[in-house]
């Protein structure tokens, strides 16, 4: 059992050393086959091994449009994330202490949209709209950044982010 387990944990993509991977537009999934629900779950396991939150699939250094998400006391809400789009946030921003599995012993706070609308596809390419609020929200919305490219540190000061980037070089 356990080494099954081993087999679906995936290699993470770090910053700052393969920061050129983590800034690729993700493509859309077009085709809902078995590799997406393979994917998601492998996902999962390598986001829960690495007691993460959240996890997007560049960070695992696949280029398309999905992440997952597992939140306690949220566990109601859904976990894979297929295409998501925001369609809906709100002017009122909530600060948060945010991480990153690609960023590994960083932490900074950083405002965004308290409550988002997602709508988005499940693993098996059924389509859903969902509304989220607090952390889930905030976690979405980093997700969804890494899709894009974007990373949490890119709300910092420039100033900060070289310095951290700079610490980090040193130190690997
Ligand atoms: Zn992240």
Known sequence: MSNINQQSILEL???PQSENKLRQQSQEIERFDASVNKLSSAMLETMEEHQGIGLAAPQVGVLNRLF???IPEFEHLPKVFVNPKIIEKTDELMEFEEGCLSIPEYRAK???????KIDAFDAKGKPFEVDLEGVPA????HEIDHLNGILFIDYLSRLKRMRLKKKMLKEL
């Open 13 to 15: 993509v770090y910053y």
């Open 68 to 70: 997952v998400m597992k």
């Open 110 to 116: 950083i405002s965004r949209p308290k409550f988002v």
């Open 138 to 141: 905030i976690c979405a919305q």
